[in-house]
């Protein structure tokens, strides 16, 4: 059995290290484009706030690990440029320009997401730059030290935005953010967002919501964003509107795609090629609540995807259930999560939505510390079932949101979930927990 994978991240490596593992006898090869594998990307922001801590710290495994120790013939600096399903090979290049080829019996296809770059005049000048690679982190820190960078500009206000604010301001740099949408995180309960803002703009952060940029300009050793409200100066301007699947590759191969442009996979992760797999941010899952076709690009799917096509290709078939969209991210002293669906998100997917909105407190009452928790949650009228749930607050948010994640996976409805065994203790949460008041709110509704 020769497994092949194109890509040598999250789920490349994690497919690569457990076929491996698992069917020692199995020949496994790595093709990776860039010269980096197995690092958390999701560490970058907090890497970069830190001057003296260098990127390589984010890295996993090497790659001479990887070949050494597991025998994974790994060659990096290799993009796969064309796939043949009927003969069953990859093509591509090297980087000196020389061509490869190679044979498969079973294909992963783990060639994850781009930053996606707004379509403006002067986006492509020196200064502006993204986030999602090891090499993109490594560009933005060795002009953060190259400086003097007294002012960034952010296009975006996602969750990677949020993080490099959050990372540059803690070293002394001021942050403007621009969006040309009307509203910071328009997905979420407006109290809940209105927390989020007031947090940034106690952090003196310029929030520009409703921009629509013309151009962006080189003015002496400036960059300026061009506007019709106006003109916004800064050192460096970092584009973080989103990423995008890379899934041309798959496309030209003629498989099939699903939601946003990503490769459209089975529960067993399987392409409409019956030798061929996709898993991580090129691929689409089925969201645990509704059933449909998604694409939330999330680290721990894409590891959990690249163990299930390790264990189908040993001869262990596997299918993965789904994603409920669980994420948390931190800005400043704000926990921000969320996992399931919004009330618009649930109403576009045919279920009859009803929501609650609470705010308590964090720690049981008079106990030290206690800060405001607010909770947002989701059910539907027809069924009673748990749809979703948002949380914000300067402690208590990150884990909680865990629970409300495992009801969605167990498909709970809001009375159940009402009725569950929250652990309590002063230090840690009121006698009713946060989401137990919320639920007791939304059951009212229903």
Avoid at 29 to 43: K, L, N, P, W
Avoid at 214 to 240: F, N, P
Avoid at 242 to 257: E, F, K, M, R, Y
Avoid at 409 to 424: G, I, N, P
């Amino acid at each position: 059995m020769h497994f092949v994978v194109i890509g040598g991240d999250a789920a490349g490596m994690s497919a690569a290290s457990r076929g491996k593992r698992r069917s020692p006898d199995m020949m496994v090869t790595v093709f990776e484009r860039s010269g980096d594998v197995s690092y958390s990307a999701c560490g970058m922001p907090y890497n970069i706030a830190d001057p003296h801590r260098g990127m390589e710290d984010l890295v996993v495994r090497s790659a001479d690990a990887f070949r050494a120790k597991q025998g994974i013939d790994l060659f990096t600096g290799h993009t796969v440029t064309r796939i043949d399903t009927a003969r069953r090979t990859v093509h591509g290049i090297r980087e000196d320009g020389s061509a490869f080829s190679s044979s498969y019996d079973r294909l992963l296809i783990a060639t994850g997401a781009s930053p996606v770059r707004p379509v403006l005049q002067g986006i492509d000048l020196p200064g502006v730059m993204v986030l999602k690679s090891l090499a993109d982190g490594r560009a933005i820190k060795d002009a953060l030290s190259r400086g003097p960078v007294r002012r960034v500009a952010i296009l975006g206000m996602g969750y990677i935005a949020l993080e490099m604010c959050e990372a540059l301001a803690a070293r002394g740099i001021a942050v403007d953010m621009v969006k040309p949408g009307p509203a910071l995180l328009p997905w979420m309960d407006r109290k809940l967002a209105d927390a989020v803002q007031q947090e940034l703009e106690a952090r003196r952060v310029g929030l520009h919501a409703g921009t629509v940029l013309t151009a962006i300009r080189r003015a002496g050793d400036i960059l300026r964003l061009e506007s019709i409200q106006g003109a916004i100066d800064a050192d460096l301007v970092i584009a973080a509107v989103g990423v995008a699947p890379n899934s041309a590759l798959a496309a030209d191969a003629g498989l099939a795609l699903g939601p946003s442009g990503a490769i459209a996979v089975g529960e067993d992760l399987l392409t409409s090629d019956a030798a061929v797999y996709a898993a991580g941010d090129c691929a689409d899952a089925f969201h645990v609540v509704t059933g449909q076709r998604v694409w939330i690009p999330l680290a721990l799917r894409a590891n959990r995807a690249g163990w299930a096509v390790a264990d189908t290709v040993s001869g262990e078939l596997t299918r993965l259930e789904g994603v409920a969209g669980t994420a948390v991210f931190k800005v400043f002293d704000l926990e921000v999560a969320r996992t399931g669906l919004t009330a618009a998100e649930a109403a576009d997917a045919g279920l009859d939505p009803a929501a609650a909105t609470i705010t308590t407190r964090s720690r049981a009452h008079a106990h030290p510390g206690a800060v405001d928790i607010h909770v947002h949650i989701v059910g539907d009228r027809r069924t009673g079932r748990l749809l979703g749930a948002q949380m914000v607050g300067k402690e208590g948010a990150a884990h909680r949101i865990n629970a409300a994640a495992v009801a969605l996976h167990a498909k709970m409805t809001v009375a159940a979930f009402a009725q569950s065994d929250l652990a309590y203790a002063p230090p840690f949460g009121p006698v009713w927990d946060p989401l137990l008041v919320a639920a007791n709110q939304l059951m009212k509704k229903l």
